[in-house]
């Protein structure tokens, strides 16, 4: 299916709909084709790992546990003495 620009912007839930059933959007700027929307695979969406490190963090032997990272970083900003 395509869409234009201007059918993105009013028509979002209907186009959202539209690939939530399976089907590929094609959304053209100028009668150019600009973007696709595409749905989400089951396997990419368990992908997603809350807190985890990603891209240069990732491989970080110092940075284990992200939320202890954090205030360690932190640490002293706040306290008052």
């Given at each position: 299916m395509q869409a234009t620009a201007k059918d993105l912007r009013f028509y979002t839930k209907e186009l959202l709909a539209t690939v939530g059933r399976g089907e590929e959007v094609i959304i053209t700027f100028r009668g150019k084709p600009c973007a696709k929307l595409i749905p989400?695979?089951?396997?990419?969406?368990?992908?997603?790992?809350?807190?985890g490190l990603f891209g240069m963090w990732k491989d970080n032997a110092e940075v284990e546990d992200?939320?202890?990272?954090m205030r360690a970083i932190r640490k002293g900003r706040f306290d008052v003495d």
């Open positions: 989400i695979k089951e396997e990419e969406s368990d992908a997603i790992q809350p807190n992200v939320n202890k990272y």
